[in-house]
């Protein structure tokens, strides 16, 4: 079975652009979450989604956006990329909701450098 | 807002020695537990978890880890580590709280083992 896939695996992109970065959860998985890792630090929530609906929110400004589809693929998307974006990007899908009883599985991430 | 704390920042060890590294978290309720390991260039993979019952959580690759409620603690240990087992662990906290499945990483420990 395949496991969460993203898209792209690197990429750059300059200060102001606009970034699109995409994730395929395991077949049967209804949840995506999406996850910031800067470099030495631990991964920090961005979003959950379920069902399409937006389901939590980290700390996180307004330039970060995101969407589930109906197959529960998801796209999360950044606004006037700033310097301090440059991280690994990294999507996490699981059965269910909720954390109790599940186990949540991580992408390799998508490495973006903003120059 | 919860928060995670890994007081190891870098470990090296020498193979066969045992290992223990430090979780601590801030969270009054109740939580569900998970580390993570992340091998160079892979990515996040689930060592274990707890959820509820036995304090004390046998996970993949002879690892474990132990749960003390009244320290806000989960430890990760290994009795005899290998020169495989140099990676990054993360230790991560979810509430349990049937809000959702947003993990709190620490900012996690770089083990280096020696041959």
């Known amino acids: 079975d395949a496991g969460v896939t993203q898209s792209p695996t690197h990429l750059i992109k300059t200060r102001g652009q606009h970034v699109t970065l995409r994730c395929s959860p395991i077949s049967g998985h209804k949840s995506v979450s999406w996850y910031q890792q800067v470099l030495g630090q631990g991964p920090q929530f961005i979003f959950q989604y379920y069902e399409k609906e937006e389901r939590g929110r980290g700390n996180f400004p307004d330039r970060f956006s995101a969407r589930q589809f109906p197959n529960y693929s998801s796209e999360l998307n950044v606004n006037a990329l700033l310097l301090g974006d440059s991280a690994l990007y990294l999507c996490?899908?699981?059965?269910?909701?909720?954390?109790?009883?599940?186990?949540?599985?991580f992408g390799e991430g998508s490495w973006l450098t903003v120059v | 807002a919860q928060s995670v704390s890994q007081h190891n920042h870098h470990v090296i060890l020498s193979e066969a020695a045992s290992l223990e590294l430090g979780c601590n978290y801030s969270y009054g309720g109740t939580v569900n537990l998970f580390w993570y390991v992340q091998y160079p260039g892979q990515h996040l993979q689930l060592l274990l978890k707890y959820f509820s019952g036995d304090p004390l959580v046998k996970g993949i690759k002879g690892f474990e880890a132990e749960f003390i409620k009244s320290k806000f603690s989960f430890n990760l240990r290994k009795p005899s580590v290998q020169w495989s087992d140099t990676a990054e662990y993360f230790c991560?906290?979810?509430?349990?709280?049937?809000?959702?499945?947003?993990?709190?990483f620490g900012g996690g420990t770089r083990l280096m083992v020696k041959p």
């Open positions: 991560a906290v979810n509430p349990n709280n049937n809000a959702g499945n947003m993990l709190t």
């Open positions: 996490a899908s699981s059965p269910m909701r909720t954390a109790s009883g599940n186990t949540i599985y």
